[in-house]
């Protein structure tokens, strides 16, 4: 069974950072578009960010600018870099791993941020 492992989650005060990272032992990353989503209580789940297999990378509005994902193929991982964390960014957040060629996708099991005054 394919695993994406989260790590990186806490508790964060507003403007603070941190660092989410997502791997996998079990799929070739360099396939995948790799993609962060969250899912804030009574909301939606969203898309965060998007990083292709060329490093291309996409944000959603409000995070452009605080966050960035990379990738590194060779260790198989994903890692978004969160910084000016507001309150709004309190979330579950979900790594997600897309193979469009075989229209895979799998996800982890998310891990939890909370950013308080």
């Not at 396939?31 to 009574?42: E, H, I, V």
């Not at 995070?63 to 990379?70: D, I, K, P």
């Not at 997600?96 to 891990?111: C, I, K, V």
Request: with cysteine; glycine share 10%.
């Amino acid at each position: 069974q394919v695993q994406l492992v989260e790590s990186g989650g806490g508790l964060v005060q507003p403007g603070g950072s941190l660092t989410l990272s997502c791997a996998s032992s079990r799929i070739n990353f360099s396939l995948y578009t790799l993609n962060w989503y969250r899912q804030a209580p009574g909301k939606q789940r969203e898309l965060v960010a998007s990083i292709f297999g060329g490093g291309t990378t996409n944000y959603a509005d409000d995070v452009r600018g605080r966050f960035t994902l990379s990738r590194d193929n060779a260790m198989n991982t994903v890692s978004l870099q969160m910084n000016s964390l507001k309150q709004e960014d309190t979330a579950v957040y979900y790594c997600n791993a897309y193979w469009q060629h075989a229209n895979l996708t799998f996800w982890g099991q998310g891990t939890q941020v909370t950013v308080f005054s």
